[in-house]
């Protein structure tokens, strides 16, 4: 069983920056896919960035690239999401997933299939 627990979520102003933190439990989170997805009521979950448990492999929405870096720390079983220059339409919540993925094309890894286990998400709001 893994649980997954994110932070750093909060209110910033356009251009601002923001480090999100999504902390995972149980051993065999490290060996998983972890994929930083966000989402605003009303519209679909959006894929914006994902590591690989090797942390060789890294993926990025065309929304979020170079804006963003994710990396992962194999020590605290933590994955982290750095965002830079934000702008209010990144304003949404932003949640965490970790999966076993057999299918590790960008489309699939982004697009939310295959992930077990989820974070309760963590609200990032970004006012112009």
């Known amino acids: 069983q893994v649980h997954l627990m994110e932070s750093g979520g909060g209110s910033v102003q356009a251009g601002g920056s923001l480090r999100l933190s999504c902390k995972a439990s149980g051993d065999s989170a490290s060996n998983m896919w972890m994929t930083w997805f966000r989402q605003v009521p009303g519209q679909e979950r959006e894929g914006v960035a994902a590591?690989?448990?090797?942390?060789?492999?890294?993926y990025y929405s065309d929304s979020a690239k170079g804006r963003v870096n994710i990396s992962r720390d194999k020590a605290t079983n933590t994955v982290y999401l750095q965002m830079t220059s934000l702008k209010p339409e990144d304003t949404a919540v932003y949640s965490c997933?970790?999966?076993?993925?057999?299918?590790?094309?960008?489309?699939?890894?982004?697009?939310?299939?295959?992930?077990?286990?989820w974070g309760q998400g963590t609200q990032v709001t970004v006012s112009s």
């Open positions: 590591i690989s448990g090797g942390a060789t492999i890294t």
């Open positions: 997933a970790a999966g076993d993925l057999t299918n590790w094309s960008q489309s699939s890894v982004l697009g939310g299939d295959g992930y077990v286990y």
